[in-house]
């Protein structure tokens, strides 16, 4: 059972950066697609990003292309999300996801494994 845990959320003003990372456990992290969703209160759970098994490729949604870039070590298991020019309409709970298939689309449905999340908050 892979499990995924994420870190580095926090509070932040508008036009900060912020680094978030999921560790993964159990299963082989480096045949993965790995992905970054959010939630914001009262709203579906949103894409972010998406990044290949070997780190060569990654795809955003277009609310964030140019601010966030998704990173991996497959040596450390890790997946980061590295988040700049923070906006308010960035707020929510983030979190990681991993696909075991090939799947590296925008809807949460086909993706395996799914982290707790962890909660951004940006201030205006």
């Known amino acids: 059972q892979v499990q995924l845990v994420e870190s580095g959320g926090g509070l932040v003003q508008a036009g900060d950066s912020l680094r978030l990372s999921c560790r993964a456990s159990g299963g082989i992290f480096s045949t993965y697609i790995m992905a970054w969703f959010r939630q914001g209160p009262g709203k579906e759970r949103e894409f972010v990003g998406a990044?290949?098994?070997?780190?060569?490729?990654?795809r955003y949604a277009s609310s964030v292309k140019g601010r966030f870039t998704i990173s991996r070590d497959n040596a450390k298991n890790t997946v980061d999300l590295e988040m700049n020019n923070l906006k308010p309409e960035d707020s929510a709970v983030y979190s990681c996801?991993?696909?075991?298939?090939?799947?590296?689309?925008?809807?949460?449905?086909?993706?395996?494994?799914w982290g707790q999340g962890t909660q951004v908050t940006v201030s205006s």
């Open positions: 990044i290949m098994t070997n780190g060569g490729s990654a």
């Open positions: 996801a991993a696909d075991r298939h090939g799947y590296w689309g925008d809807s949460p449905t086909p993706y395996d494994y």
